[in-house]
Nanobody
Framework: QVQLVESGGGLVQPGGSLRLSCVVS????????MDWYRQAPGKERELVAG???????NYADFVKGRFTISRDSAKSTVYLQMNSLKPEDTAVYYC????????????WGQGTQVTVSS
């Protein structure tokens, strides 16, 4: 059974930091590309950051310079370090694993709430 379990969300003041974690089990973690998405109330889910299985990363323009994605294959975990948080970063953040070639698959976590407010 594949599981992606996020943690690290919470309430933080503007300008603060949080680090999200996503522990992956049931798949060969090192083979999969990993992403973080977010969805704010009334809005569509959007890509925040991604990292390939080779370690290349990409970021949405709205988080460049503030967020950093990383992964630890020994722990089957992907992280999202979020600094200089803004109220507009408030959303549910989701972990996403995907791979197009065998063993192909696409999996989502259950999400973790991040609220940025004073």
């Amino acid at each position: 059974q594949v599981q992606l379990v996020e943690s690290g969300g919470g309430l933080v003041q503007p300008g603060g930091s949080l680090r999200l974690s996503c522990v992956v089990s049931g798949i060969i973690f090192r083979l999969y590309d990993m992403d973080w998405y977010r969805q704010a109330p009334g809005k569509e889910r959007e890509l925040v950051a991604g990292m390939t299985n080779g370690g290349s990363s990409n970021y949405a323009d709205f988080v460049k310079g503030r967020f950093t994605i990383s992964r630890d294959s020994a722990k089957s975990t992907v992280y999202l370090q979020m600094n200089s948080l803004k109220p507009e970063d408030t959303a549910v953040y989701y972990c996403h694993a995907h791979r197009k070639t065998w063993p192909s698959g696409e999996y989502w976590g259950q999400g973790t709430q991040v609220t940025v407010s004073s």
